[in-house]
């Protein structure tokens, strides 16, 4: 599992290794002492047969999580390494977008208001885009992990980023995305979640100081048509995680897309 774990992941598989030591561990530990016995013609105790199986359970049962481990890590890198708009059609055209389409370092990711990484490593890509401006533009799709209005995830780690990301998308829409997203992520780390409050005061933030102008906004029907757009989309793709990242159509370790950005601008 560990050699095949190499070739099929194109890295090294820690646990799978770890899991390979436990179990020739094991079997130096359990195997010579048992065949010198069965050489001796010694009698195998019920105590003895207990603790038998006990250990091939141990080890059997180890085995399984090594193998579905390696099983959804390479389920990850397929899903991560198809090309976008080949194996699966996406939709960039009314996506929040920082810096110019037309350049040609092409940056999409799936990301979540609610998430931590997301937070971080948005900000470190849209630093890069920013810095590269002539060479490299971010697209952002969204992929809120609450059922919300993702209800085909396990549970909801991320409360209201469903909201979160009906206001980034109407502010998107009126021409402020990276106030937005600014916005919400300060709101994530200070701690105050994505309630009702939160996302009027995004209104005045983006320039809309009527209220009831910042709520119709909010429940337009094409904002949610682009989130949950968005969400089927992922969902077709498989993800497993947030943030997910693309760089002209091929999958790259999301926390690594700000220096693979800097270094491909700075390769042109």
């Known amino acids: 599992t560990a050699y095949v774990a190499w070739f099929v992941l194109g890295k090294a598989c820690p646990y799978c290794i770890l899991?390979?030591?436990?179990?020739?561990?094991?079997?130096?530990?359990?195997?010579?002492?048992?065949?010198?016995?069965?050489?001796?013609?010694?009698?195998?105790?019920?105590?003895?047969?207990?603790?038998?199986?006990?250990?091939?359970?141990t080890v059997f049962a180890v085995f399984l999580a090594g193998d579905a481990y390696a099983a959804r890590r390479a389920d990850l890198v397929r899903g991560a390494g198809r090309p976008v708009g080949e194996?699966?059609?996406?939709?960039?055209?009314?996506?929040?977008?920082?810096?110019?389409?037309?350049?040609?370092?092409?940056?999409?990711?799936?990301?979540?208001?609610?998430?931590?990484?997301?937070?971080?490593?948005?900000?470190?890509?849209?630093?890069?885009?920013?810095?590269?401006?002539?060479?490299?533009?971010?697209?952002l799709k969204h992929y809120p992990l609450d059922r919300t209005c993702n209800p085909e995830?396990?549970?909801?780690?991320?409360?209201?980023?469903?909201?979160?990301?009906?206001?980034?998308?109407?502010?998107?829409?009126?021409?402020?995305?990276?106030?937005?997203?600014?916005?919400?992520?300060q709101k994530q780390e200070q701690g105050f979640g994505f309630g009702p409050m939160v996302l009027r005061e995004l209104g005045p933030r983006i320039g809309v100081d009527d209220p009831a102008e910042w709520r119709a906004m909010l429940a337009s029907p094409d904002v949610q048509d682009i989130v949950l757009r968005d969400i089927a989309e992922?969902?077709?793709?498989?993800?497993?995680e947030v943030p997910t990242a693309?760089?002209?159509?091929r999958g790259v370790d999301a926390r690594q897309v700000a220096q693979h950005v800097r270094r491909l601008a700075e390769a042109r």
């Open 19 to 57: 899991m390979q030591a436990g179990i020739v561990s094991l079997a130096f530990l359990v195997v010579p002492p048992a065949w010198r016995e069965l050489g001796r013609g010694v009698g195998v105790g019920g105590g003895d047969a207990v603790r038998a199986g006990l250990v091939a359970a």
């Open 153 to 185: 995830i396990g549970s909801t780690p991320h409360p209201g980023a469903c909201d979160a990301a009906m206001a980034g998308q109407a502010a998107a829409a009126a021409g402020h995305a990276e106030r937005a997203i600014e916005f919400l992520f």
């Open 246 to 249: 693309y760089i002209n159509g």
């Open 87 to 139: 194996a699966v059609r996406v939709d960039v055209s009314e996506c929040i977008v920082v810096g110019d389409r037309a350049t040609p370092i092409s940056v999409l990711m799936f990301f979540d208001f609610g998430c931590p990484h997301c937070k971080r490593i948005v900000r470190e890509t849209v630093a890069q885009v920013r810095e590269n401006a002539d060479a490299a533009h971010l697209i």
């Open 234 to 240: 992922g969902r077709a793709m498989k993800l497993h």
